[in-house]
C-alpha cells in the first residue's frame, strides 16, 4: 500500500515539473514565486507563534516586576536610585 501511495506522489512531482517545463519564461517564474510563497506559509506560522509568546511573555515579566508605569513607559525601581560618585 505504502510502494503505491509514494509511487503515486513521484509521478505526482514528475509531472508538475513537465508542465513547469512547457511553461513559458514569465509563466515560469509565476510558477515558481506561487510555489515558494506556499512553501513558505508553514514557517511563517511558527515565526508568529514564537512572536506571540515572546511577546506574552515580556508582558508578564514586565507586569510582575517592580516599578513605575508613566503611560505606557516602565520604569524600574533601580533607576530611582542616585548614581553613585566615584570617588
Not at 514528475?14 to 515560469?28: H, P, Q
Request: aromatic share 4%.
Amino acid at each position: 500500500m505504502i510502494e503505491k501511495v509514494l509511487a503515486g506522489a513521484g509521478l505526482a512531482v514528475c509531472v508538475v515539473m513537465l508542465l513547469r517545463l512547457c511553461l513559458g519564461v514569465r509563466a515560469r517564474m509565476r510558477f515558481d514565486h506561487a510555489v515558494r510563497s506556499v512553501a513558505r506559509l508553514p514557517m511563517l506560522a511558527v515565526h508568529r507563534v514564537r512572536a506571540a509568546r515572546g511577546a506574552a511573555e515580556a508582558i508578564r515579566r514586565a507586569k510582575s516586576s517592580d516599578g513605575d508605569w508613566q503611560g505606557n513607559v516602565y520604569t524600574p525601581k533601580s533607576f530611582n536610585k542616585r548614581p553613585r560618585k566615584p570617588h
